[in-house]
């Protein structure tokens, strides 16, 4: 096989687009993942109150390494949170871009 009929192989488009109703099950699908991210946005608002409390905790004891790590545990928190609320967007933000790519 010659250099160009390679290039030329790799660079066909199969013409594959996504698109919803093909497969039985999207809905049911949506509402799973929907409820999975529920779920870790209210895990997420335990872990944050309970990082806040051992920061305080720690603080107010004198107990710097509780302190340090609520401090990291509201962080990875408010993370978390900021990851499940954008994911949606990101993906659409990369499929979009995606997309765009011949």
């Known amino acids: 096989m010659h250099l160009f009929d390679t290039v030329q192989y790799l660079a066909y488009d199969p013409g594959i687009t996504p698109s919803g109703g093909g497969l039985p ?3 049911v699908l949506k ?3 929907n409820s999975i991210n529920l779920f870790a ?3 997420v608002v335990g872990a944050l109150a309970v ?6 905790w720690g603080h ?8 340090a790590n609520g401090k990291k545990g ?12 954008a994911a949606n ?14």
């Open 89 to 102: 967007g990101v993906v659409a933000f990369f499929s979009a871009l995606g997309s765009q790519v011949h």
């Open 41 to 43: 946005i209210v895990a």
């Open 51 to 56: 990082s806040l409390g051992v920061w305080a």
């Open 31 to 33: 509402n799973v993942v």
């Open 60 to 67: 107010h004891t004198g107990g710097h390494q509780a302190e």
């Open 74 to 85: 509201a962080v990875v928190s408010a993370g978390a949170a900021l990851g499940l609320g």
């Open 25 to 27: 099950g999207l809905a």
